[in-house]
């Protein structure tokens, strides 16, 4: 049994070191390298929140989040996205401002200095 136990307490470790990998890598390749860009050369658009979902995945107080968002750029028809950010109090319904990709529209990142 006590051998049970550890061999649960390595697994356990194993799948934490792996999902802080994987958010590390999301964050880097994504989330610092992707935002920049967009936010600099991106299409301003405004999106409304219709779902929000927490993940596993927890820096400092805040949750990873998935995000639903209904996408609205001038000249387009309305669509959805799927967004990952760090939770910080969005809920449905409430609109933000973004910046989409010119190539890749469903490549987003919310536009946090347009926030007010």
């Known amino acids: 049994m006590n051998l049970r136990v550890r061999r649960d307490t390595r697994r356990a470790t194993t799948a934490g070191a792996v999902a802080r990998a994987e958010y590390r890598s999301l964050m880097t390749?994504?989330?610092?390298?992707?935002?920049?860009?967009?936010?600099?050369?991106?299409?301003?658009?405004?999106?409304?929140?219709?779902?929000?979902?927490?993940?596993?995945?927890?820096?400092?107080?805040?949750?990873?989040?998935?995000?639903?968002?209904?996408?609205?750029?001038?000249?387009?028809?309305?669509?959805?996205?799927?967004?990952r950010t760090l939770g910080d109090g969005l809920r449905p319904g409430v609109t933000v401002p973004v910046r989409v990709d010119p190539v890749d529209r469903d490549l987003v990142t919310i536009d946090g200095s347009a926030r007010g």
């Open 29 to 83: 390749a994504q989330g610092e390298i992707g935002d920049r860009r967009l936010l600099d050369g991106g299409i301003s658009a405004s999106a409304v929140v219709m779902f929000v979902r927490d993940t596993p995945l927890v820096v400092g107080d805040r949750s990873l989040v998935l995000l639903e968002l209904e996408i609205t750029t001038a000249g387009a028809e309305p669509y959805r996205v799927r967004h």
